[in-house]
């Protein structure tokens, strides 16, 4: 997963949890605008998301992000 879209995601999550708390869910489409602006790099969170680890479609956020932060 490029550099750019991990830290995306570890900024969603960090601003979800702290304003909705550690059990607030998200699904992918959170690091998205409502817009198909990049297909490339939502195909890639798509992929990693649903492909590579079979995660619901709602998950914690604070998983998500102990997920992306964890990655070498």
Known sequence: M???LRQKI???CDKKVAAK???V???FYAFFANKNDDP???ME???WW???HRL???EKAVKIRGMVISMP
């Open 2 to 4: 490029r550099q750019s």
């Open 10 to 12: 570890i900024e969603v």
């Open 21 to 23: 708390g550690d059990n």
């Open 25 to 27: 869910g998200l699904s």
């Open 40 to 42: 490339e790099l939502l």
């Open 45 to 47: 969170a798509a992929k």
């Open 50 to 52: 649903i492909l590579e």
């Open 56 to 58: 619901d479609h709602f």
